[in-house]
T-cell receptor, first 113, second 117 residues
């Protein structure tokens, strides 16, 4: 079955450590996105990529980094510079055209203590 | 920048009744796309319905329909014959069709819908 795989489902890290969240897709979608979800704030866009080897900052990119070395993968690194990293992170993909709906992964819950 | 506002943090409805969730947005663009997504307790995001701004006809998907008022920048979701499985967080989202915001999807804060048996 085609889909988006985010791993792991739960992730725990100590403050000051970088951590990488995985997002893999086999939908053959061109565009991939990372969103952060906090209670009462909906989803906020961190980074997005519409083509391999290219990506753009979203609304809250500070403290995060990404890479898009292949079409299927779009890992997100939460660096120690991110002040409040504890959140639910969602990866999404679409065909890269405007009426194309987003397809979402199941998310990763990151807890930093 | 575009903003999306859902003014109802929580709503409730009796099973089999109808409920309407509100969404307004702010944009200077004339062409764009609007979506409603559902997030049940599993936290899996599911597309409910979408609307192209250039289409005057309101989109409908089975029990779900929208009231799209372009001049008022309003995009409400009506759920008819509510079912227990409709209980979820609902998000309204806006997508720009061009410019520097091309491809970005902006979400509202969400509305928690409770369905009472």
């Amino acid at each position: 079955d085609g889909g988006i795989t985010q791993s792991p489902k739960y992730l725990f890290r100590k403050e000051g450590q970088n951590v990488t969240l995985s997002c893999e897709q086999n939908l053959n979608h061109d565009a991939m996105y990372w969103y952060r979800q906090d209670p009462g704030q909906g989803l906020r866009l961190i980074y997005y990529s519409q083509i391999v080897n290219d990506f753009q900052k979203g609304d809250i990119a500070e403290g995060y980094s990404v890479s898009r070395e292949k079409k299927e993968s779009f890992p997100l690194t939460v660096t120690s510079a991110q002040k409040n990293p504890t959140a639910f992170y969602l990866c999404a993909t679409d065909l890269g055209i405007n009426n194309s709906p987003l397809h979402f992964g199941n998310g990763t819950r990151l807890t930093v203590t | 920048a575009q903003t999306v506002t859902q003014s109802q943090p929580e709503m409730s409805v009796q099973e089999a009744e109808t409920v309407t969730l509100s969404c307004t947005y702010d944009t200077s663009e004339s062409d764009y796309y609007l979506f409603w997504y559902k997030q049940p307790p599993s936290r899996q995001m599911i597309l409910v319905i979408r609307q192209e701004a250039y289409k005057q006809q309101n989109a409908t998907e089975n029990r779900f329909s929208v009231n799209f008022q372009k001049a008022a920048k309003s995009f409400s979701l009506k759920i008819s014959d509510s079912q227990l499985g409709d209980a979820a967080m609902y998000f309204c989202a806006y997508r720009s069709s061009g410019g520097t915001s091309y491809g970005k999807l902006t979400f509202g804060q969400g509305t928690i819908l409770t369905v009472h048996p």
